[in-house]
């Protein structure tokens, strides 16, 4: 691992990728990538690369943990042995564990699960490559993946992260920022806004918390855009798309 950087924003207000405290890193996406899934989406941020796929709505077995009333949504976030600078241990791990626990439920008021009683819709989020935002990314390709898989839902679900370096507030951290910062937000929003999931490394004063959440809504939103670009390039109407251009 490189060592702790002596400052992680310079002279100009730009940090060690070049990037403005507020910017976000490319992002590039691409849906339908997997023929055996419903639903899938491949997408690369920064040196993030990270694989959704969707199954389902299919029947739950064991059907004694089938829901009377409505579908049962099932998350799991996986780093490939090969993603980081040290191998994975490959199965489960408390941190695994925990981030598919928590994006599973960023996704609870936008899929119409109502619709699918007794069935299971199964979200998985390979990441291939990490370098800092693992689990935003996975959310971000997962929400592409579930349209992609033809899952009703009342809206698009966008994440990522705010952090503290050099006692500035920075959107979307790299992995230095990451590793040898003041502290870690990854946010997930719905279009609404409505915030989906916080979690939170580090310290950070109730004000900046407070800033933090409005720079990840204006990263989500541009987050937003992204994806409903490759939306209307895989479903929209040429009329759709000249509109998004204006
Ligand atoms: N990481 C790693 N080994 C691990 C877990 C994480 O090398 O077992 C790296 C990886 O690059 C990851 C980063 O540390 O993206 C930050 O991890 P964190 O737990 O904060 O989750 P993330 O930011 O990826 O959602």
Redesign the pocket.
């Known amino acids: 691992m490189s060592d702790k950087p002596e400052k992680f924003i310079d002279e100009n207000g730009l940090r060690l990728d070049g990037r403005r405290v507020d910017e976000i890193r490319p992002m590039t996406v691409e849906m339908g990538v997997l023929s055996r899934a419903d639903g899938s989406c491949y997408l690369e941020w920064g040196n993030n690369k990270v694989l959704a796929a969707v199954y389902g709505p299919r029947e739950l077995h064991p059907r004694r943990l089938q829901r009377p009333s409505e579908a049962l949504v099932r998350y799991r976030y996986n ?1 490939a042995a090969f993603s ?3 191998r ?1 241990r490959p199965g489960p791990s408390r ?1 695994s564990t925990e981030i598919s626990k928590v994006s599973g439920e960023a996704f609870e008021p936008v899929v119409m699960k109502q619709f699918y009683p007794g069935a299971v819709i199964d979200v998985f989020a390979e990441v291939l490559q ?7 990314a996975a959310i971000n390709a997962a929400t592409l993946a579930l349209v992609d898989a033809g899952i009703p839902m009342k809206g698009l679900v966008a994440s990522c ?1 705010v952090g503290k370096v050099d006692g500035q507030l920075v959107l979307d951290l790299n ?1 230095p920022e ?1 590793n040898y910062g003041d502290a ?1 937000l ?1 946010i997930a929003m719905t279009e609404d806004g409505e915030i989906t999931l916080l979690q939170m490394d580090g310290n950070l004063t109730a004000d900046e918390i407070t800033k933090g959440i409005e720079m990840a809504r204006k990263g989500c939103e541009q987050i937003f855009a992204i994806q409903k670009e490759a939306l209307l390039s895989k479903f929209g109407t040429a009329d759709e798309e000249e509109l998004l251009k204006e």
């Open positions: 780093m980081v600078e040290d994975i941190r990490a370098d800092a935002g693992t689990r935003t992260a992995k990451d870690d990854p």
